[in-house]
């Protein structure tokens, strides 16, 4: 196999461990107030940990079920995530890991989202809260 030397343990996922698992997963979008989502995500170490993978399943078809890819620049100090789902989107978000919540975000001109998972004290379940902007609303 070509490249095994570098299937090792990313360290700047490192802190990313606690979210490695299956979750039941509850959400809101920013579209549709007052619809709570629900569905599954996992997150699983790809290439002996040197990328975290995503891959979210949700109940209602209005959300796309979607994989994505976790890695980082250390040069940078920063992780990003490369995005694809059902319907054939794929974006790039910046990634930050901080006091048990997971963020991404974009801020492409005339689209802006972002993603937030928060980890119960308990770390037994994560609750997501999406924001998204169009233009300037």
Known sequence: MIGTAALIPNPALRPLEVVVGQWRTTGTHPLMPGTTFRGRTSFAWLEGGAFLVMRTE????????????IGSDDAAGTLTMSYFDERGVSRRYEVEFADGR??????????????????????????????????GE
Not at 106 to 135: C, I, K, P
């Open 58 to 69: 949700m109940e209602q078809a209005e959300v796309p079920d979607a994989v994505a890819v």
């Open 102 to 135: 997971l963020s991404w975000s974009r801020d492409e001109a005339g689209f802006a989202q972002r993603q937030t998972l928060v980890l119960s004290e308990d770390r037994s379940r994560m609750t997501g809260t999406g924001r998204m902007r169009r233009g």
